[in-house]
């Protein structure tokens, strides 16, 4: 089967039903209030697990998926099923060879929504596992949908899982461990802390309250997409901090400070300039803006943690799901202190921020694959040989940003 003939199937249409491709275990999807959680959320709380997510380019997956249908014996397949949930009211059935998309029920109304969601199942068989690449074969089929039928469309990593003995398929978060901080119960003082960030925030003035308030919101969006695309989240976590540095940062001037000096230092005595030559091309490099916006990062970044920041604590919660009854766990904390996590080293912090701001870059304009460790198999304390993961990336902008806060109220009084 040509691939190409194998990718014009992926164009779902309505049409003569083929053989059943029944669900995991022999199940049928039946509607619970598991079942239409929105794509990536929880009934209440959250997956007992954490994994590595290792983010490919679009379409990798994909095409593996359709080179293993082309080569794999039709015995050694097995249906697989993915929620997909989209714009609209329940649609009909559609199948076409090998893919079925049938409607599941709709999705209860959220604050925010602008019309109604509903919740499909689709269907294709495979021969792999569950495993890091089945997962991302469910996204980049997602992506396909949204791209040729012109409509929003979420397929959530999800691992679907049934109930012995029963016929309801519950679908668990894969990936969801990311940063389990965020899904930790509220804090008792939030209010408490509220009032007092707000009774200070009033004393800001118009220019802080713009750049503030554009890394706040940055933030904000990097927490609500984490569970979805914690790609585009680490995108807005690098950017938050952006906006901040170039407003309170000061742009380098030392070039032994740049990680490459001694490069160009080495390129110099070879070209045999003499010193007068190699200020001038120094100095022309300094002023190049790309650079400076790095270094800028870098530098503000690996200096704008307050010394207090080492004293707090990054919690890791955690919950245990009982489908039997469709309940969780009560929260269960592993605290780590932040000291053990971030070092003080300002060189180090500099060389991981320095490799955050490529990683970011390297994906935004050249769609490199992105790489971002899970809570797990994170070495700590963290190197300068490796970018920032997600989740205490997270953690350091949202103290910079409270404490820039404090800092420019400070100031004004």
Same mark, same amino acid.
């Given at each position: 089967?040509?691939?190409?003939?194998?990718?014009?199937?992926?164009?779902?249409?309505?049409?003569?039903?083929?053989?059943?491709?029944?669900?995991?275990?022999?199940?049928? #999807?039946?509607?619970?209030?598991?079942?239409?959680?929105?794509?990536?959320?929880? #009934?209440?709380?959250?997956?007992?697990?954490?994994?590595?997510?290792?983010?490919?380019?679009?379409?990798?997956?994909?095409?593996?998926?359709?080179?293993?249908?082309?080569?794999?014996?039709?015995?050694?397949?097995?249906?697989?099923?993915?929620?997909?949930?989209?714009?609209?009211?329940?649609?009909?059935?559609?199948?076409?060879?090998?893919?079925?998309?049938?409607?599941?029920?709709?999705?209860?109304?959220?604050?925010?929504?602008?019309?109604?969601?509903?919740?499909?199942?689709?269907?294709?068989?495979?021969?792999?596992?569950?495993?890091?690449?089945?997962?991302?074969?469910?996204?980049?089929?997602?992506?396909?949908?949204?791209?040729?039928?012109?409509?929003?469309?979420?397929?959530?990593?999800?691992?679907?899982?049934?109930?012995?003995?029963?016929?309801?398929?519950?679908?668990?978060?894969?990936?969801?461990?990311?940063?389990?901080?965020?899904?930790?119960?509220?804090?008792?003082?939030?209010?408490?802390?509220?009032?007092?960030?707000?009774?200070?925030?009033?004393?800001?003035?118009?220019?802080?309250?713009?750049?503030?308030?554009?890394?706040?919101?940055?933030?904000?969006?990097?927490?609500?997409?984490?569970?979805?695309?914690?790609?585009?989240?680490?995108?807005?976590?690098?950017?938050?901090?952006?906006?901040?540095?170039?407003?309170?940062?000061?742009?380098?001037?030392?070039?032994?400070?740049?990680?490459?000096?001694?490069?160009?230092?080495?390129?110099?005595?070879?070209?045999?300039?003499?010193?007068?030559?190699?200020?001038?091309?120094?100095?022309?490099?300094?002023?190049?803006?790309?650079?400076?916006?790095?270094?800028?990062?870098?530098?503000?970044?690996?200096?704008?943690?307050?010394?207090?920041?080492?004293?707090?604590?990054?919690?890791?919660?955690?919950?245990?799901?009982?489908?039997?009854?469709?309940?969780?766990?009560?929260?269960?904390?592993?605290?780590?202190?932040?000291?053990?996590?971030?070092?003080?080293?300002?060189?180090?912090?500099?060389?991981?921020?320095?490799?955050?701001?490529?990683?970011?870059?390297?994906?935004?304009?050249?769609?490199?694959?992105?790489?971002?460790?899970?809570?797990?198999?994170?070495?700590?304390?963290?190197?300068?040989?490796?970018?920032?993961?997600?989740?205490?990336?997270?953690?350091?902008?949202?103290?910079?940003?409270?404490?820039?806060?404090?800092?420019?109220?400070?100031?004004?009084?």
């Amino acid at each position: 089967m040509p691939l190409a003939d194998a990718a014009r199937r992926l164009d779902v249409s309505c049409g003569k039903r083929p053989a059943a491709l029944p669900p995991a275990h022999g199940a049928t #999807p039946r509607l619970s209030g598991q079942t239409l959680d929105g794509p990536g959320e929880r #009934p209440r709380r959250h997956s007992p697990k954490a994994y590595l997510i290792v983010w490919c380019p679009p379409m990798k997956h994909l095409v593996a998926w359709l080179r293993r249908l082309r080569t794999t014996p039709d015995s050694e397949l097995r249906p697989q099923i993915t929620r997909v949930f989209h714009a609209g009211h329940l649609p009909q059935a559609s199948f076409a060879p090998r893919l079925s998309i049938q409607p599941l029920g709709p999705v209860p109304f959220r604050p925010g929504d602008t019309g109604p969601e509903s919740c499909s199942v689709l269907q294709f068989p495979d021969s792999l596992p569950v495993s890091e690449a089945s997962m991302m074969l469910k996204e980049d089929l997602g992506a396909l949908l949204c791209l040729i039928s012109r409509r929003r469309i979420a397929a959530p990593l999800e691992i679907p899982i049934s109930v012995k003995g029963t016929n309801t398929i519950h679908f668990l978060p894969y990936g969801g461990g990311l940063d389990r901080e965020l899904i930790g119960p509220l804090p008792q003082d939030t209010v408490a802390r509220l009032s007092q960030t707000l009774t200070g925030v009033q004393e800001i003035n118009e220019r802080d309250t713009a750049v503030l308030g554009a890394a706040m919101k940055l933030h904000y969006g990097a927490c609500l997409l984490v569970e979805r695309d914690v790609r585009s989240a680490y995108v807005l976590l690098v950017a938050a901090l952006e906006v901040l540095s170039r407003s309170y940062g000061q742009p380098p001037q030392d070039w032994t400070t740049w990680e490459d000096s001694s490069t160009w230092d080495a390129v110099f005595v070879e070209l045999g300039l003499t010193v007068q030559q190699q200020d001038v091309l120094r100095s022309k490099l300094l002023s190049n803006r790309q650079l400076r916006l790095k270094r800028t990062f870098t530098e503000y970044a690996a200096n704008a943690l307050p010394d207090d920041f080492w004293n707090l604590t990054w919690e890791q919660w955690s919950y245990t799901y009982h489908p039997q009854d469709s309940s969780w766990s009560e929260p269960v904390s592993s605290p780590i202190p932040v000291a053990e996590i971030v070092p003080r080293d300002v060189d180090v912090l500099s060389k991981a921020f320095a490799r955050t701001y490529d990683v970011r870059s390297a994906y935004v304009h050249r769609g490199d694959e992105f790489d971002v460790a899970g809570s797990l198999k994170v070495s700590l304390p963290l190197s300068g040989d490796t970018p920032i993961p997600y989740q205490f990336l997270r953690l350091i902008v949202g103290q910079v940003i409270l404490h820039e806060m404090h800092r420019v109220q400070t100031r004004q009084n």
